[in-house]
């Protein structure tokens, strides 16, 4: 998810923009702190990286949760799919090319510790993320509306999923994992490994 800074000034997260100097230094400036953050420590990276997934994808997510919900129920499923398989990268240290089911059902299991079986973990991910992200709509078994009772429930048959009680799982999550990010040194570490906008 990370953005590589380039010559030209872009915007790397919301309201921070960063460019490399001619001298080869970067300079990245957040302009709703007023502070030049440096891309090579981890505590701006993680700065960086808590504005990216809250700034592009939860809060503008949840606005369209809160404010005339019907009809979005989709696009916010789409920005909760696309949530699992890029956080467990950073969770783990590992990318997931070639390799993104997997990933995909290690963060579902990690959200919901004991509620799903590989197989039906397997489902999710070929009904919703293959069928959103490969052909632009879910597949058959995926019923979505905020009027049900759990985040997800798979059946025999169908995959029920509430997008706004999922998408609440998918913050508080994140919270967790910032919160994780900020205190426990294996997890910055891994992190650091993964996340980078200079290269």
Not at 120 to 129: D, F, K, P, S, V
Not at 170 to 174: K, W
Not at 185 to 199: G, I, P, Q, V
């Given at each position: 998810m990370a953005k590589k800074i380039r010559t030209e000034t872009i915007e790397i997260a919301p309201n921070i923009i960063g460019n490399i100097k001619d001298d080869g230094t970067y300079f990245v400036f957040d302009k709703v702190n007023n502070i030049l953050l440096n891309p090579e420590n981890i505590d701006d990276k993680i700065i960086i990286y808590e504005r990216q997934v809250?700034?592009?994808?939860?809060?503008?997510?949840?606005?369209m949760v809160k404010y005339k919900p019907e009809h979005k129920g989709f696009l916010v499923l789409m920005?909760?799919?696309s949530y699992f398989e890029g956080v467990e990268q950073y969770k783990t240290g590992i990318t997931s090319n070639g390799n993104?089911?997997?990933a995909f059902i290690n963060a579902i299991r990690k959200?919901?510790?004991?509620?799903?079986d590989e197989y039906?973990?397997?489902?999710?991910?070929?009904?919703?993320?293959c069928g959103l992200f490969h052909d632009g709509m879910v597949k058959g078994?995926?019923?979505i509306s905020n009027s049900y009772e759990d985040s997800i429930n798979i059946t025999h048959n169908d995959i029920f999923i509430n997008p706004k009680k999922l998408l609440n799982d998918?913050?508080?999550?994140?919270e967790n994992y910032l919160t994780n990010l900020r205190n426990d040194?294996?997890?910055?570490?891994?992190?650091?490994?993964?996340?980078?906008?200079?290269?």
């Open positions: 809250k700034g592009w994808f939860l809060q503008p997510t949840l606005k920005s909760c799919i993104s089911k997997r959200l919901y510790p004991n509620k799903f039906q973990i397997t489902r999710l991910y070929n009904q919703a993320r078994q995926i019923i998918i913050i508080d999550d994140f040194n294996e997890a910055r570490r891994k992190f650091d490994l993964m996340f980078s906008n200079t290269n």
